[in-house]
């Protein structure tokens, strides 16, 4: 398993945007599948973004499609999730997820797929 630490959440006005990271160590990012999910209280934890090991192609949710963009640097074992365009609804505690394996199509974001989990970081936007 590898371990994960999240940074970069914080508070925003609505229309701002936050650039959330996630160091990686114990394995590298082309042997994982790498995702963000995100949690309310009223909320199951949903998939929000997932970049493919091999080919580091991505896919979003519906409801971050053209606002968040997931990447990573290889050099520095770090995903990303640039969020703009936030909205008040996109307040949550924000999670990196690993799934070990070697893909070129983003996996679903099937929970139980996910090995590793860092603790998450809270987003919250101002209306």
């Known amino acids: 398993q590898v371990q994960l630490v999240e940074s970069g959440g914080g508070s925003v006005e609505a229309g701002g945007s936050l650039t959330l990271s996630c160091g990686v160590s114990?394995?590298?990012?082309?042997?994982?599948?790498m995702a963000w999910f995100r949690q309310t209280p009223e909320n199951e934890r949903e998939g929000v973004a997932i970049?493919?090991?091999?080919?580091?192609?991505?896919r979003y949710a519906d409801s971050v499609k053209g606002r968040f963009i997931i990447s990573r640097s290889i050099t520095n074992n770090t995903v990303y999730l640039k969020m703009n365009g936030l909205k008040v609804e996109d307040s949550a505690i924000y999670y990196c997820?690993?799934?070990?394996?070697?893909?070129?199509?983003?996996?679903?974001?099937?929970?139980?797929?996910?090995?590793?989990w860092g603790r998450g970081t809270q987003v919250t936007v101002s209306s």
């Open positions: 997820a690993a799934m070990w394996g070697r893909f070129n199509v983003p996996p679903p974001f099937t929970r139980m797929n996910f090995n590793s």
């Open positions: 114990g394995d590298t990012l082309t042997n994982n599948n």
């Open positions: 970049i493919a090991s091999v080919s580091g192609d991505t």
